[in-house]
């Protein structure tokens, strides 16, 4: 009984020192769990899942380019370049909410107004789209995100929107998500009140997107030709 009674006293005392070791002195054996890791993917990779369904046909051989032409090697298209009064773009402009980093492409300064310098565009930029192991892109998602950014965060606010076109298509045989749409605003001092502009976001195969904006103000609407004349140019590299 003696021996039973010290046994019992020592199992009592272990079992005591084990709980206040696992409830860490709070009464609660979960409160300490770590946090889940933070999700360090891309803007557009959290927003838009790469799609659980691949395209079943392969893209097309698109018909060799021609004439002089802008390539972006980054980006991974290349598509029609201008003569004067169109010059090289020669800054890194990271726009947007989205941080695109346009790199690559032409422009002309059509007005200086105290906001600055407005201009006519035609840009190109890689922005990280998917996982760092995935190939295939939601391009309606990427497209409309970067559109909508696009109109959010490049132009006077607030502006009106006339949607031009706004589709799945294939650009130089690959596929793409074409946004085109005219967008109206007013500013103080700028002479522009309306813009021509497209969104292209093309799948090159890599886990960025390739992404072509064209903008023409309406101060220059003689070049309006050129936002579907240099779509229809994009061919990959």
Not at 50 to 62: D, F, H, I, T
Not at 78 to 85: E, F, I, N, V
Not at 88 to 114: C, K
Request: charged content about 20%.
């Amino acid at each position: 009984m003696i021996f039973g009674g010290v046994a019992g006293a020592i199992l009592a005392a272990g079992i005591t020192v084990l709980l206040v070791v696992i409830l860490g002195g709070d009464g609660d054996p979960f409160g300490d769990r770590a946090a889940p890791p933070a999700d360090v993917r891309p803007p557009l990779a959290q927003a838009c899942p790469a799609p659980s369904v691949l395209p079943s046909e392969a893209p097309s051989a698109p018909a060799p380019a021609t004439g002089e032409r802008t390539v972006d090697q980054e980006a991974g298209i290349s598509y029609r370049k201008y003569g004067a009064p169109w010059i090289p773009w020669n800054e890194v402009w990271n726009a947007g909410t989205l941080q695109v980093p346009y790199r690559v492409g032409q422009h002309i300064v059509t007005e200086i107004y105290q906001g600055g310098r407005y201009h006519a565009s035609i840009l190109s930029a890689a922005v990280p789209a998917a996982d760092n192991d995935a190939f295939t892109l939601d391009l309606e998602c990427v497209g409309r995100q970067i559109a909508a950014d696009v109109r959010a965060e490049y132009y006077p606010q607030p502006n009106t929107m006339q949607p031009l076109r706004d589709e799945l298509t294939t650009l130089g045989g690959r596929p793409a998500w074409v946004s085109e749409f005219r967008l109206s605003f007013r500013q103080t001092g700028l002479t522009a009140t309306s813009e021509l502009s497209a969104v292209a976001v093309v799948d090159v195969g890599k886990p960025t997107a390739a992404v072509l904006y064209v903008s023409i103000p309406n101060t220059h609407d003689e070049y309006d030709h050129i936002v579907d004349e240099v779509l229809d140019s994009v061919r990959p590299v």
